[in-house]
């Protein structure tokens, strides 16, 4: 069973940048489709952006295109999330998760709090 631990979030201003990590250990990384979700206060949880196990796929949420990046080291079990422009409405708790092919998404991390303000 993967586990997953996030790092890197924090408070920023409006306009800057913060990078997420996520660490995963447990059955081969290499396999699983990886994602970030967030979840504001009295919001859903959503999928913000997510790349299959080799990177070769990619998909952003529209309030975050241009501003956010996923990608992969599968040779150091991480994903990361570079967040640039940050906004106040990116302001949430903002979780790794994983998945095996054709699965939904299993695995979580603890989340990590992201606070923008303006």
């Known amino acids: 069973q993967v586990q997953l631990v996030e790092s890197g979030g924090g408070l920023v201003q409006a306009g800057g940048s913060l990078r997420l990590s996520c660490a995963a250990s447990?059955?081969?990384?290499?396999?699983?489709?990886m994602a970030w979700f967030r979840q504001a206060p009295g919001k859903e949880r959503e999928l913000v952006t997510a790349v299959t196990w080799n990177g070769g796929s990619l998909y952003y949420i529209d309030s975050v295109k241009g501003r956010f990046t996923i990608s992969r080291d599968n040779a150091k079990n991480t994903v990361y999330l570079q967040m640039n422009t940050l906004r106040p409405e990116d302001t949430a708790v903002y979780y790794c998760a994983a998945a095996e092919p054709g699965k939904p998404y299993n695995y979580w991390g603890q989340g990590t709090q992201v606070t923008v303000s303006s």
């Open positions: 447990g059955p081969p990384f290499s396999r699983y489709t």
